[in-house]
């Protein structure tokens, strides 16, 4: 059973480039969520999509940041214009949605480093 | 709104020893979902423990077993004869029917020492 998948894992960019970071969620999850984790905290909800609508933004995700989720399946993160605050380890993490509610499960991360 | 509190910020015993994390959250939800998660030094979340707000049944697996008391918001997670592979942050999470991503408390960092 194949789990999710981010990549890359390890991203160093200087101030003022774009990245983007994708995700592949575990098969036939029909839930996308993206959080951002800073050191010595909890991770903070960004954006989630179910199939591709992407359904709740949070106030974190400022007009830099843009995320989609085409035909339902993998999804990327975009940050134009980094700054030294972006740095973090950005989550994914899929679900399937029942009645009996959901489970998160969480890829491995991408470790951003702006300079 | 949500919040999760883990008011332990890190916790050090001898292998063996039993431990206790507390986690004590706050909703407006009637129906929410409770999860333990571990962090170990590798970063990957991996989950533990997901319980339904309509489900007051105390669970364990094998050295694991929670606690949850609706009374007192808690959701208490107790490692019995911890060993040094336990060593890593232990999250708490919420999510509620309104809600459906996770807030998370501020972790608590277990070390079991040799």
């Known amino acids: 059973d194949t789990g999710v998948s981010q990549n890359p894992r390890h991203k160093i960019t200087k101030r003022g480039q774009n990245v983007t970071f994708r995700c592949d969620p575990i098969?036939?999850?029909?839930?996308l969520y993206w959080y951002r984790q800073t050191l010595g905290q909890g991770p903070e909800f960004l954006t989630y999509?179910?199939?591709?609508?992407?359904?709740?933004k949070s106030r974190l995700l400022s007009d830099r940041f843009s995320a989609e989720r085409p035909k339902g399946s993998f999804s990327t993160l975009e940050i134009q214009r980094t700054e030294q605050g972006d740095s973090a380890m950005y989550l994914c993490a899929s679900s399937f949605l029942t009645s009996g509610g959901e489970t998160q499960y969480f890829g491995p991360g991408t470790r951003l480093l702006v300079l | 709104a949500q919040k999760v509190t883990q008011a332990q910020t890190e916790i050090s015993v001898v292998e063996k020893e039993d431990v206790t994390l507390d986690c004590v959250y706050e909703t407006r939800d009637t129906t929410y979902y409770l999860f333990w998660y571990k962090q170990p030094p590798s970063g990957e979340l991996v989950f533990l423990i997901r319980?339904?707000?309509?489900?007051?049944q105390n669970e364990i697996s094998g050295r694991y077993s929670w606690n949850f008391q609706k009374s007192t918001s808690s959701f208490n997670f107790t490692i019995t004869a911890s060993q040094v592979v336990d060593s890593a942050v232990y999250f708490c999470?919420?999510?509620?029917?309104?809600?459906?991503?996770?807030?998370f408390g501020s972790g608590t960092r277990l070390q079991v020492q040799p």
């Open positions: 999509f179910q199939n591709e609508a992407q359904l709740e």
């Open positions: 319980r339904n707000s309509f489900d007051e």
């Open positions: 999470a919420l999510s509620g029917t309104g809600r459906r991503a996770l807030t």
């Open positions: 098969s036939e999850h029909n839930r």
